[in-house]
């Protein structure tokens, strides 16, 4: 494929991991930093929102199988997404909110800290010097960050002793190892910095939604009255969100044990609220992507749609499920949008059994559908015959299914380009 396609389908994302340790020497947690390149070795941030949000949206689905659910995620917050209750789209169990020195401790500020304790997520105050209005903040937080650049023993032990014996201190920037001794000494309880080690920049592929799912998905997010169906819809048209969704839940970081079969059971398993805090990172996440809608994007959602209207003329519907076939078609060209093989795909995505080996091998019941699509989009009659004598359906009804389903993708390119 044209390196010019595949720029059009994905994004290359960027970000560092520096792991935070415990006083016995082992990982306790992990801070997720922002990066704009593979060279990168600072955050060269520009907008600390967006930055933010790509963070939050990629770190937890970072293709390192060494990460654990026990391991806590440290990701910075910005005052205005902190009001936004933007850390609410990430698991409370493994989430730290970081909250900036640049953050006011207003009454609405607080507010939205205490609602996010309440629901199991631990506060951390970064880059801690003293200051008045962090000092307002330090009632509400589990872990405070001293950084230790450029301050002396006596002046870090003076700001350890202004932190409350119920919040755990963290040692940040620790470079010489000469300190480590007397920062063990002062009771801290975490150490970060590069005497520990260095942050590791980690490296992947991102579809990126289209700008009408954008635009829906934005639209969507203010109706209060929009219901599970309206957000399955939405996210059914848009094989990037459904990517990213699937590859959320089967991270490590919510450990369902679970395989998923549609976008439905997918918001079922993460629940309305989550989901919604969640699509709003990741529009934030897509801002300044290119604005296209690829070739392989409407042939996906023509599968789809395809295999979904087809399963009404299936003597064994019984078997599928509509939704389960939908997805079927929707993932079914992700291995070339992403130029990654299907093998390497499946693992991350925690599909049931039938549905992810019609993904990979072709075989089974899904993988007649995906033979009988392929048939049709090479105009191989013969090929087009024999499944459609597999799956006992009439081949005039094929046609009509397929003309409707060219239409209904065409519709939806249609109003993309609006």
């Known amino acids: 494929m044209p390196d010019q396609t595949q720029d059009s389908l994905y994004s290359d994302i960027f970000f560092a991991r520096q792991p935070?340790?415990?006083?016995?020497?082992?990982?306790?947690?992990?801070?997720?930093?922002?990066?704009?390149?593979?060279?990168?070795?600072?955050?060269?941030?520009?907008?600390?929102?967006?930055?933010?949000?790509?963070?939050?949206?990629?770190?937890?689905?970072?293709?390192?199988?060494?990460?654990?659910?026990?391991?806590?995620?440290?990701?910075?917050?910005?005052?205005?997404?902190?009001?936004?209750?933007?850390?609410?789209?990430?698991?409370?169990g493994v989430t730290v909110v970081e909250v900036l020195e640049s953050v006011t401790a207003s009454p609405e500020v607080i507010k939205a800290i205490i609602e996010l304790k309440q629901e199991g997520y631990l506060i951390a105050i970064d880059d801690f010097r003293g200051e008045a209005s962090l000092s307002l903040l330090m009632e509400y937080a589990d872990i405070i960050k001293i950084d230790l650049l450029g301050l002396e023993l006596e002046q870090i032990a003076a700001l350890v002793a202004l932190v409350p014996d119920r919040v755990l201190t963290l040692a940040e920037k620790v470079e010489d190892p000469a300190q480590v001794p007397h920062l063990q000494e002062m009771g801290f309880d975490l150490f970060q910095g590069y005497y520990f080690a260095h942050p590791q920049t980690i490296s992947g592929k991102k579809l990126s939604a289209t700008s009408f799912s954008k635009l829906k998905t934005l639209t969507l997010l203010e109706q209060q009255n929009a219901t599970p169906q309206d957000y399955t819809r939405l996210i059914e048209r848009d094989p990037s969100i459904a990517f990213r969704l699937l590859r959320l839940l089967n991270s490590a970081a919510f450990c369902f044990s679970v395989k998923i079969k549609s976008i439905q059971h997918a918001i079922s398993l993460l629940g309305m609220m989550r989901l919604k805090y969640w699509l709003r990172m990741v529009v934030l996440s897509d801002v300044g992507a290119r604005q296209v809608t690829p070739e392989l994007y409407r042939m996906s959602i023509v599968r789809a749609r395809f295999f979904e209207r087809l399963l009404a003329e299936d003597p064994e519907r019984k078997a599928l499920e509509s939704d389960s076939l939908f997805l079927f078609g929707l993932l079914s060209l992700l291995d070339v949008m992403l130029d990654v093989g299907m093998d390497q795909l499946l693992p991350i995505l925690s599909l049931q059994e039938p549905l992810a080996r019609g993904l990979e091998s072709g075989q089974g019941h899904f993988g007649h559908y995906l033979k009988l699509a392929i048939a049709i989009e090479t105009a191989d009659s013969e090929a087009i015959s024999r499944?459609?004598?597999?799956?006992?359906i009439e081949e005039h009804l094929i046609s009509g299914v397929w003309r409707e389903a060219m239409l209904w993708g065409n519709e939806v390119e249609q109003q993309t380009e609006v």
């Not at 390149?37 to 963070?55: E, M, W």
């Not at 654990?68 to 440290?74: A, D, E, G, L, Q």
């Not at 499944?387 to 006992?392: K, P």
């Open 20 to 92: 935070i340790f415990d006083r016995g020497g082992s990982i306790w947690g992990y801070e997720l930093l922002y990066r704009k390149s593979a060279d990168c070795r600072t955050a060269q941030i520009d907008d600390y929102d967006l930055a933010t949000a790509c963070v939050a949206t990629a770190g937890l689905v970072c293709p390192d199988t060494d990460f654990k659910p026990s391991k806590r995620i440290f990701i910075n917050y910005t005052e205005k997404l902190l009001l936004n209750g933007a850390p609410k789209g990430l698991p409370p």
């Open 387 to 392: 499944q459609a004598q597999v799956l006992r």
